[in-house]
């Protein structure tokens, strides 16, 4: 069973900064990896899969990168926007899946 | 537009059952295999189920196998997950989840519903 790890669990920032968050495969799951974001009362959004590739409509100051165990998800210029959970996603043992635990972005 | 709207949630009694719904619009459901997904209060997201865009293959999560049936009607663009013998453990959010396939055979969820509630107590 692959374990996904996000740190930090929350990340205090301010808008236009830019931050980055980052998620740990405790194995290798290649570049088969998601990252989302969620806010309440709405469904997730992908963001990123590839583990670099941007999702149709997401603005370039969003980027993903990483392969093996190690990715990162970073947000320039940060929006009022952007202020929400972010989780990661492994789908190198599809067709199940494993997620992190999630970060929450706050203003 | 693409959308998945989930229904069927509820108040469930310990050792009963719910039938939930995944209605899909704007897309041919048939081409896609579907997952569904939960999250318990506080908790993380928890992958549940998988069935195939036939629906000749279904894949479950060890906690929920045995117990959870995954199921879809590709007529009428729904896809179905039964929920017998139901336990605390498994109240939560779920959520319906499109998968798309990457070039080298993996698939990743790509559209999402909003989710519906799920609550087992007495």
């Known amino acids: 069973e692959i374990v996904m790890t996000q740190s930090p669990a929350t990340l205090s920032v301010s808008p236009g900064e830019r931050v980055t968050l980052s998620c740990r495969a405790s194995q290798s799951v290649s570049s088969n990896l998601a990252w989302y974001q969620q806010k309440p009362g709405q469904a997730p959004r992908l963001l990123i899969y590839g583990a670099s590739t941007r999702a149709t409509g997401i603005p370039g100051r969003i980027s993903g990168s990483g392969s093996g165990t190690e990715f990162t998800l970073t947000i320039s210029n940060l929006q009022s926007e952007d202020f929400a959970v972010y989780f990661c996603q492994q789908y190198n043992t599809w067709p199940s899946f494993a997620f992190g635990q999630g970060t929450k972005l706050e203003i | 537009e693409v959308q998945l709207l989930e229904s069927g949630g509820g108040l469930g009694q310990p050792g009963g059952s719910l039938r939930l719904s995944c209605a899909a619009s704007?897309?041919?459901?048939?081409?896609?295999?579907m997952s569904w997904v939960r999250q318990a209060p506080g908790k993380g997201l928890e992958w549940v189920s998988t069935?195939?865009?036939?629906?000749?293959?279904?894949f479950y999560t060890d906690s929920v196998k045995g117990r959870f049936t995954i199921s879809r009607d590709n007529y009428i663009n729904t896809v179905y997950l039964q929920t017998d013998r139901l336990g605390a453990e498994d109240t939560a959010m779920y959520y319906c989840?499109?998968?798309?396939?990457?070039?080298?055979?993996?698939?990743?969820?790509?559209?999402w519903g909003k989710g519906i509630t799920v609550t087992v107590s007495s």
């Open positions: 989840a499109r998968l798309v396939a990457t070039n080298n055979g993996y698939y990743y969820m790509d559209v």
């Open positions: 704007g897309f041919n459901l048939m081409t896609y295999a």
């Open positions: 069935i195939s865009g036939t629906g000749g293959s279904t």
